[in-house]
């Protein structure tokens, strides 16, 4: 069961992919849930957050990951890691041919899921967060 803080391994599709008209991310890549909302009976939607060892690039911002986030979350603790909060994949759980067994990698704490949440909520009330939907 996906739950938020969760971090798996996710096809995410770039919103410059999107835009070319990609549909596939390139590769699987570490993507927390940062947000779970049941929009339906057995349509639950999620909001998925790239994590990536590319410093921001001063126009999207980003969370970094502390190393102790990264050893409970199963990543790499020997490179810096962020969580990129200006761009987002939506999808839904029970549609979702991305959520199969052994692709969960870990997860964050509480603590830091707050964390991120803190960072993220303002941005998604100032509609500045570009969301690539990778649902029907």
């Known amino acids: 069961m996906t739950q938020e803080g969760d971090v798996w391994a996710h096809p995410y599709l770039w919103r410059w992919q999107g835009s070319r008209g990609e549909t596939e991310g390139r590769k699987p890549r570490p993507c927390v849930i940062a947000l779970k909302v049941s929009t339906a009976p057995n349509d639950t939607r999620i909001l998925l ?5 590319q410093a921001s690039d001063g126009i999207s911002p980003t969370i970094q ?3 102790i986030e ?3 979350a199963n990543l790499d603790a020997g490179i810096d890691l962020w969580i990129v909060l200006g761009e987002c994949n939506i999808d839904s759980v029970e549609r979702s041919f991305y959520f199969e067994a052994g692709a969960k990698i870990g997860s964050f704490s509480p603590a830091f899921l707050v964390a991120i949440k803190k960072a993220l909520l303002p941005l998604l009330k100032g509609m500045q967060v570009r969301a ?3 649902t029907d």
């Open 70 to 72: 990264k050893r409970r």
């Open 65 to 67: 990951i502390p190393d």
């Open 132 to 134: 690539v939907k990778r």
């Open 49 to 53: 957050l790239a994590i990536t060892s």
